[in-house]
């Protein structure tokens, strides 16, 4: 910072054993600011380094290129159109728990960080749920209040072994603006692969193979969904980026296949911001309209894609590979030779829908659920508060059948969704309760966030679990007489419960459950239990109730 009035150092909060969490801005009009930078109209670039501490080559080539440009003068042309910010260590906590043997499966540096924070939260698991401090800091200070044009997040990749020294990854399936996949195809896919290619490098996508370290099974390139960096930007209308070089090469040819991407990737935005700018201002353009959508039929949402069956050829550079049985093991072990191995797998790349759910006029919170408000706010989701009761009707999701993970992930044991019904209400909101209109750049945020099937929602993330359990009962012998006049006075009811009997042996087996069976059907039953709170509206409330 001291040899260049282009770079200002400052800090977007506090990690979670006290460290500030370092930010650096390069900016040719000294635009140190989120309002200078917009002013300028130039495209806002953010790189992430250091989310998983051990994987830090992102540090050290950002480092090197903020050398490059303070001192050197060397590549003051990328920043003619172009405003940078770097986070050259994100998990600041784990960067300090440096040491020899943090990564077995990399080779070098000689000390590496951790990578996780000290209370064990993975922040690259973390964006949309945002548990830790870091990354609430990250959200909050940098991310909405700059709103990137483009988000880089570098990484290290473990996996089978090859000659490609650089992977990337982007989401450009149906759960992603096109916008933004079409210009990640056209101006990095085509130009900068081109341009680091040139550069020597071979580089290839995310090589995530389909069957184990087996690459003649084919590489699935899925989306990501919104826990990772690579999910959470196309839900703010920001195209994502991951970067991966190979585990395997040097640690200095990693920084270098890192930097030069970079650079590949600056100069593009540099020599073309108003095509970046035009696909991030056509995705905020597309959500704000679903929002403002008449018919229902128009306002479809995929909350989670799969790889489909098609395939492409992907010429693949690998390492010639025999497999031994190991007596260790009990299975085929790869024997990794120098020998090069040319040649064509699959790639699978072609995404379908497998959930889609119709967005509603918008979302109704009641106030007293605070770590849904609290998230809402981290996420720059915009949003008004009632200042009168307001009575209208509405939709609420009924969960009918859910499961808990046997296993903590996260710090959770995350609820998965597997039915449920829309009933219509007439619910009564109060001042203080949350309206989310969904006409806004951050509209699939707020989806993601309180759509009960959301495959990284709040429900999901067990915020709502109080939902679930059981909070009053009724005594055997106090329903037994109720049960018994309801099958008198009812015969569907009585078909129904032999019914059961006959094909659920448990059941049949449990008195509690027989009991319940009836309690559940009486009026003493809780009305709100396994009701999702978070309604869905028919139709934005009025000007009138609402706070300015």
Request: net charge neutral; aromatic share 8%; with cysteine.
């Amino acid at each position: 910072e001291s040899a260049s009035p282009w770079l200002h150092l400052t800090s977007y909060g506090t990690s979670g054993q006290g460290r500030p969490l370092p930010l650096v801005i390069v900016s040719k009009d000294r635009t140190f600011t989120p309002e200078a930078a917009r002013a300028t109209g130039k495209a806002v670039v953010l790189i992430q380094c250091g989310i998983h501490s051990g994987e830090i080559e992102g540090k050290d080539a950002c480092l090197a290129l903020l050398r490059d440009i303070a001192v050197l003068h060397a590549r003051d042309e990328l920043l003619d159109h172009v405003v940078l910010l770097v986070l050259p260590i994100f998990s600041v906590d784990a960067h300090e728990r440096a040491g020899p043997y943090n990564r077995i499966n990399q080779s070098g540096p000689e000390n590496a960080g951790w990578r996780t924070t000290p209370v064990g939260l993975n922040l690259n698991r973390d964006y949309l749920k945002a548990d830790a401090p870091e990354m609430r800091a990250m959200l909050g200070n940098v991310f909405t209040k700059w709103w990137p044009d483009l988000f880089v997040d570098t990484h290290t990749t473990d996996g089978a072994d090859y000659r490609h020294d650089v992977t990337y990854l982007y989401n450009h399936g149906p759960d992603a603006p096109a916008p933004l996949g079409r210009w990640l195809d056209q101006a990095f896919g085509d130009r900068v692969l081109s341009a680091l290619t040139a550069m020597g490098h071979l580089p290839a996508p995310y090589l995530s193979f389909r069957r184990g370290d087996d690459p003649a099974s084919g590489v699935a390139l899925g989306d990501s969904p919104p826990r990772f960096s690579t999910g959470y930007g196309p839900l703010q209308c920001t195209p994502a980026l991951l970067v991966e070089t190979h585990m395997l090469k040097p640690y200095e040819a990693r920084v270098r296949a890192t930097f030069d991407l970079i650079v590949a990737l600056l100069a593009e935005v540099n020599a073309r911001p108003a095509a970046l700018q035009g696909a991030v201002a056509a995705a905020q353009a597309e959500g704000v309209a679903r929002g403002r959508e008449r018919d229902p039929a128009r306002r479809a949402v995929v909350l989670a894609a799969r790889v489909g069956p098609d395939s492409v050829l992907f010429p693949y550079k690998g390492r010639a590979t025999r497999r031994e049985l190991s007596d260790i093991t009990g299975a085929p072990v790869a024997r990794y030779s120098e020998a090069p191995w040319d040649t064509l797998i699959p790639l699978f790349r072609d995404l379908e829908p497998t959930l889609v759910v119709r967005q509603p006029a918008g979302y109704l919170v009641p106030r007293e659920w605070s770590t849904c408000v609290e998230r809402l706010a981290i996420h720059g989701v915009r949003v008004r508060r009632f200042a009168r009761a307001w009575t209208d009707s509405v939709e609420m999701a009924r969960i009918l059948e859910w499961s808990a993970a046997p296993r903590p992930a996260e710090g959770h044991f995350p609820i998965a969704v597997t039915k449920l019904e829309l009933v219509g209400k007439r619910r009564t909101f109060r001042p203080g309760d949350l309206w989310v209109p969904l006409d806004q750049r951050s509209a699939l945020v707020a989806v993601h966030l309180l759509e009960p099937q959301a495959p990284d929602g709040l429900l999901h993330w067990n915020v709502f679990d109080t939902i679930f359990e059981r909070k009053e009962y009724a005594e055997e012998y106090v329903m037994e007489p109720i049960a018994r006049q309801m099958l008198k006075d009812d015969p569907a009811l009585a078909r129904e419960f032999q019914s059961r009997l006959a094909a659920d042996s448990s059941f049949a087996r449990s008195p509690f459950a027989r009991t319940d069976f009836f309690y559940r059907r009486t009026r003493w039953a809780d009305p709100e239990q396994d009701l999702y709170p978070v309604a869905r509206a028919l139709q934005a409330p009025p000007e009138s109730v609402l706070e300015p």
